[in-house]
C-alpha cells in the first residue's frame, strides 16, 4: 500500500460517526401558504440558506436561497411558496453512517437535506455541508484532548505471550439482510476489538472500512450473510460470505461508479457502485468469488506491515 493510498482519520470518521450527531437540530420550517415576498426577510433574520417546508407535521418540500433567486429574475407576482419550492425532497436518515451524507451532497449538489427518523419518518433535523464539516472538526478535537485507555502491548505481544505453536484469533459477525437500521455494526464490533488488540490505527481503519462496505453489499443485495475474520500475527484475513443471487459478471461490479442497486436503494443513499472498489483501496489483496444462484465470497487480507504508521490517532 503506497503512502498516497493511506486512511485518514478523516475518512474513517464519515463511517464511524452518525447524521444525527453532527445534524441541526432546532429546525426552522416555513409553512407552504408564507409568500415568496416574504422569504428573503425569513432568511435574513434566521441567518439560513433555505429551510423545509412543513404542512402540520408532514413535510412538503425545500425552499431555498437558489429557489427565491430564480423567482425575482424570472419577475414573477408574488405567490405562496408551496408554487415555487422543491416538492422531490431528498432525505437522510439519522442513524446513517455521515459516509452517505457526503455521497448525496456530491450526487446530488444541493445545500441541504432533510434528516428524517426511518420508523415514524418524522423530521428531526437538517444537516448542511456546513453541519459535516464542524462535526468532523469537533470530534477530532475530542480525540487529542480526550483521556483514552492505551494499549501498550502491540498485538506482536499479545501472540508472543501465548504459549502454542500457531494462535489465531476468530471473529464472527452475522449480518441481518435489509435491515439499514443496524447495518454496519459487524465492522463497528470488529473495528472495536483490533483497537484493543492494539493494532496500528492505519491498519484498524483499512479493516473497518473495507469490512463496512462488505457488509453493506450483505444488507443491501442478499438476505443476509456472515463476516468471519481471522488475526495472526502480521496478517488479518476477512471472509465475507452469503447465499444470495450471486454476481452475473464479477469483472463489471468492479468497475467504479457501476452498480445494480434499484432506485429505492439509492434514494437511500446507498449502492453508488463504488464499495468494492473503496475495498480494493484498503486491502492489501482482494479475491471476489460469485456463483450465480449459490452465492458470493469475498476474501479480504491486510497485512498488518503494510502501511502502517506510528499515529496516535
Known amino acids: 500500500m503506497t503512502p498516497d493510498n493511506k486512511i485518514s482519520r478523516i475518512q474513517e470518521l464519515v463511517y464511524e460517526i452518525r447524521i444525527g450527531e453532527v445534524m441541526q437540530k432546532d429546525v426552522i420550517t416555513i409553512n407552504p401558504q ?19 417546508v412543513m404542512d402540520g407535521d408532514k413535510m412538503v418540500g425545500i425552499i431555498s436561497i437558489e ?5 425575482l429574475a424570472d419577475r414573477e407576482n408574488d405567490c405562496p411558496i408551496s408554487e415555487k419550492m422543491s416538492k422531490d425532497v431528498k432525505t437522510l436518515y439519522a442513524d446513517e453512517p455521515l459516509t452517505h451524507a457526503v455521497n448525496k451532497f456530491e450526487r446530488f449538489g444541493f445545500g441541504r437535506f432533510a434528516v428524517i427518523d426511518r420508523q415514524s419518518r418524522r423530521l428531526l433535523g437538517i444537516i448542511t455541508k456546513g453541519n459535516i464539516v464542524e462535526g468532523l472538526l469537533k470530534k477530532l478535537e475530542i480525540d487529542h484532548y480526550k483521556e483514552e485507555e492505551v494499549y501498550c502491548r502491540r498485538v506482536e505481544h499479545f501472540f508472543e505471550d501465548i ?62 450473510g456472515q463476516i468471519r475474520a481471522r488475526v495472526e500475527p502480521h496478517e488479518i484475513f476477512v471472509k465475507v460470505a452469503d ?51 449459490k452465492g458470493t465470497q469475498l476474501y479480504i487480507r491486510v497485512d498488518t506491515k503494510d502501511g502502517a504508521t506510528s499515529e496516535t490517532n
Not at 35 to 49: A, P, T, V
Not at 67 to 71: E, L, T
Open 34 to 52: 408564507t409568500n415568496m415576498s416574504e422569504l428573503r426577510g425569513i432568511l435574513r433574520e434566521k441567518r439560513i440558506s433555505g429551510a423545509p
Open 67 to 71: 429557489d427565491f433567486i430564480k423567482w
Open 163 to 224: 504459549l502454542a505453536d500457531k494462535v489465531v484469533l476468530l471473529f464472527q459477525y452475522d449480518v441481518a439482510g435489509h435491515d439499514f437500521k443496524r447495518a454496519g455494526e459487524g465492522a463497528s464490533r470488529l473495528k472495536a476489538s483490533l483497537k484493543r488488540l492494539g493494532l496500528d490505527p492505519q491498519i484498524v481503519r483499512r479493516v473497518a472500512i473495507a469490512t463496512y462496505e462488505a457488509e453493506m453489499n450483505l444488507v443491501i443485495y442478499t438476505e443476509g
Open 243 to 293: 447465499s444470495g443471487p450471486g454476481i452475473p459478471d464479477v469483472q463489471k461490479v468492479l468497475r467504479p461508479g457501476y452498480s445494480t442497486a434499484p432506485e429505492w436503494i439509492r434514494n437511500l443513499g446507498f449502492g453508488a457502485g463504488m464499495g468494492l472498489n473503496n475495498i480494493l483501496k484498503c486491502a492489501s489483496k482482494m479475491d471476489l468469488r460469485s456463483e450465480v444462484g
